[in-house]
């Protein structure tokens, strides 16, 4: 079973920008947290962006002001609106879900960021 179906990612030019979204199934009960993550190739998994229950949120450094995340907490949706793509954010990304203390983790889309 598929936790969390994540889209929205493709090829985009540097400048350009992509939505990402990640919808929770059903099946995933009080998540406190969701957020993105991305592993660029040779690289290690590293944050990009998180937004609590109570719409707090952070972001690395390399993506403020580039990247926004938001939540729809009825639909338990949470997107990433990426601008100013640059070929440095190439990676996959990959959404999770924290709840009762379990990190629930997507399949991972690919962005491409390449002219």
């Known amino acids: 079973q598929r936790h969390l179906v994540e889209s929205g990612g493709g090829l985009v030019q540097p400048g350009g920008s992509l939505r990402l979204s990640c919808a929770a199934s059903g099946s995933i009960f009080n998540i406190v947290a969701m957020g993105w993550y991305r592993r660029a190739p040779g690289k290690e998994r590293e944050l990009v962006a998180t937004i609590t229950s109570s719409s707090s949120t952070n972001y690395a450094d390399s993506v403020k002001g580039r990247f926004t995340i938001s939540r729809d907490i009825g639909k338990n949706t949470v997107y990433l609106q990426m601008n100013s793509l640059k070929a440095e954010d190439t990676a996959v990304y990959y959404c999770?879900?924290?709840?009762?203390?379990?990190?629930?983790w997507g399949q991972g889309t690919q962005v491409t960021v390449s002219s």
């Open positions: 999770s879900a924290t709840a009762n203390a379990y990190t629930y």
